[in-house]
């Protein structure tokens, strides 16, 4: 149990990554916040956790307020009274569309989740850290942190800015105790590629070297694993979960 008696907060944990990282934090005994603006599907991961035996918590947050990422930290602390680690996982991913005509909202809505709410969620984190004497930020960016993609200007200027964000904490708190890795995911099986037609999810398979796509387990379980002490020498990394995908 490395995380056993850790707290820690899952930010878009209703489903997808969020809800596999939240799972695999409670399997390795933290005491799970799990965050979403969804309060039916994050209530579902809490009822999922507790069945398995764990122990989770539901409050409702919208990262791209930061007065809701603040009261979200705040929650963690009134109710386990400390915060230990927290997953920035929480964002979306604007339908494709040519750079030139991506209108000012879609790159402001885009933006306010995948980056704003990064930066909110950091803001009101450290300090909550700081008074356990350090910490672990763990936050989800994506292939797309490291390499462009078709249409999609916005969620890869704010994968790559996390990634900087990351690098940041690593400068600015690492004397303090207080570590962050950047955590980049291929296509991954949250349920959301049935949408696609057979040939584009068949194309995705083959983009990776692996020949398939991620499973929401395979990224949980790594980001409950760096989340631990044993990984305290790394600090401000990036660290692709992608079956190959930027080796080529």
């Not at 763990?138 to 690098?167: C, D, E, M, W």
């Not at 790394?234 to 692709?240: E, I, M, S």
Request: proline share 5%; aromatic share 6%.
């Amino acid at each position: 149990m490395p995380l056993e008696g850790k707290v820690a907060l899952v930010t878009g944990a209703g489903a997808g990554l969020g809800r596999s990282i939240a799972q695999c934090y409670a399997q390795a005994g933290a005491h799970v916040v799990v965050s979403d603006i969804n309060d039916d599907t994050g209530a579902e991961t809490v009822q999922l956790i507790l069945n398995a035996g764990g122990t989770a918590t539901y409050h409702h947050t919208d990262v791209s307020s930061p007065e809701e990422s603040r009261g979200l930290v705040q929650f963690a602390l009134d109710t386990y009274g400390r915060l230990d680690i927290a997953c920035n996982n929480a964002g979306i991913a604007p339908p494709p569309t040519p750079m030139a005509e991506i209108s000012t909202d879609l790159w402001r809505r885009t933006l306010s989740i995948d980056l704003d709410g990064v930066f909110y969620g950091i803001k009101a984190q450290v300090p909550a850290m700081l008074r356990n004497g350090g910490g672990t930020i763990i936050n989800i960016s994506s292939i797309l942190g490291q390499v462009a993609f078709p249409g999609l200007a916005p969620y890869v200027a704010a994968k790559h800015a996390v990634v900087g964000l990351t690098k940041q904490i690593a400068v600015d708190y690492a004397a303090q105790n207080i570590r962050a890795i950047a955590v980049g995911p291929a296509f991954i099986k949250t349920g959301l590629e049935m949408a696609l037609d057979e040939k584009t999810r068949a194309a995705l398979d083959m983009a990776h070297p692996i020949e398939r796509m991620g499973k929401p387990r395979e990224v949980g379980e790594v980001v409950a694993m760096i989340s631990a002490d044993q990984w305290s020498f790394v600090n401000g990394a990036y660290l692709p979960i992608d079956g190959g995908y930027l080796s080529r």
